[in-house]
RNA sequence: GGCCUGGUAGCCAAGUGGUAAGGCGGAGGUCUGCAAAACCUCUAUUCGCCGGUUCGAUCCCGGCCCAGGCCUCCA
């Protein structure tokens, strides 16, 4: 069995054969960088790292390229409203900014790095070449200065969203342009447009169209072909950009790659915010900041993992803590496999089967690689249950539910074959890194530098700053800890109770467990 | 008008032509100085409604009802 995804071009499941067996090609849509990331995209932006993770896993290589389409309209107008109105430039120092808080926000929410962002505007030259070249091969036209996409010009337009040219109504959306009058179809779109003196632009050399800045769908197609070749693996963005975006890129790019362009068009839905339209104008775009201040990382990432990434996503906060009250459930397991490693010799938690990090090795072989070290030990029956039914979740056009759902079964079977009394390291090594490794796919970082070299490396590090400070932290609490086992051993309740209070007030929870109190901090 | 989804327990959510994963919540229990937490067990005779095909349908087909998305702003 194989990976298999849900192709939007065929709509069907087929099976996932990259182009170049030893490369996945992916283009992303990323942000029109008018304004910060939001709750919506970091749906969309951690679906797409949970399949490049998964690919990893698999052991491919994943070549991602992700786009800022940083010259737009809306850009323009912000930067026309904003404090330096009318600068010249003002429109990138716009996109500049979001640029950076979106590359923050990925890194929070542990999206890893794509090999490259690309900015539309130092495309702008493979825009114009290409515009260019459709103009000469009939598929486009030009009415005062701006060029248009003669939809009519490509007889499969529409096949990829269903949008056929015969079935559109113009205008059903009430968004219809201004330049029906100017256009042969209301469909046609723009490749280029003439800028006005205070709008940015570039030349183009041609008579016709000497001036001017590049349509919005020209861009990616420009950027994803230079990027990744005439013909590659996989193209997505949210459900939203497949009408009229990528229909208009397989539009404009086939005349001059061939058919199909890209042989996996890929959508993940959007969040469901229960009949509350998320817009600026009502004020209640909630950002990755925002959000990340009522929901941990990984809070949110089990969460997104809930529901099938062609699901729409219900979302609100009590959904998100529900969600994580299960999820500590997993994290515990994790962390007490930990701690009882951690209190074992370093030479006793050696694993007696080396566990590699599959990257670097045959898709075929990478997880029967990895799999002999996660079976080991005592629980090796419920681990190989648990390999077979997460993998062949994931292989199903990635089923992250089923493969939650598997892990809490696994964590079920740790915990009733003895994972609290057990004390054969190898045994809990593997049973260690089995976890770890199969919630880093889902884009939960949290493995122990120490127990699992080869995973951390992997990691988006983002406590190395702290971690010095953190252990002396450990350190004053399990003082407070010992003072408090001092006053039990004693009788003396009152003050282990005056101390554990203390502690919860600092926002550190206490539990008294058979080997010892644990603690952990809560907000 | 065209295209497309989805309606599964109080809530979220998988899924299969052979009789319903998982999580939250809820109910018991174990442990505990007390707490808290944790762990264990239980929690849909039923999958929007009506027909049909079938030995058998939640899953296939037809009709109906309801909700939602897209048809050039949108992740």
Known sequence: MALQVFNTRTRRLEAFVPADPHVVRIYTCGLTVYSAMHIGHARTYCFWDVFRRYLEYRGQHVLSVINYTDIDDRIIAKAADG???????????VAESVIATFRRD???LRIKDYAAYTRATDFVDAQIDMVRQL??????????????YDVQSFPRYGELSGNTLDGQQAGASGRVGEDLDRKRHPADFTLWKPSTPEQPTWNTGEAAWPQGRPGWHIECSAMATAMLGRHFDVHGGAVDNLF??????VAQSEPLCGHPWVRYWMHPEHLDLRGVKMSKSLGNVI??????SRHRYDEIRWFFASTHYRTKLAFSD???DACAEGFKRITRAVKLLAERLRAVSPQARAVPVRSRYASMRAPEQAIPREREAFEHGVFGAATRAFLDRFVAAMDADLGCPQATAAMFDYVGELFAQGLETIDDPPSLMAAYRCLTRHLHVLGVETVDAELYPELAADCLATADEGTQQLAELRAVIDRMLEARAEARRSKDFARADAIRDLLKRAGVAVEDAPGGARWELVR
């Open 287 to 292: 950002g990755i900041p925002d959000l990340l």
């Open 106 to 108: 990925c890194r929070a």
């Open 135 to 148: 103009l000469a091969s009939g598929h486009a036209y030009v009415v005062d200065g701006e060029v248009f």
């Open 83 to 93: 404090a330096d109105a009318g600068a010249p430039g003002g429109w990138l120092e």
């Open 318 to 320: 009590e959904l998100i």
């Open 244 to 249: 009229p975006h990528h229909e208009n890129e």
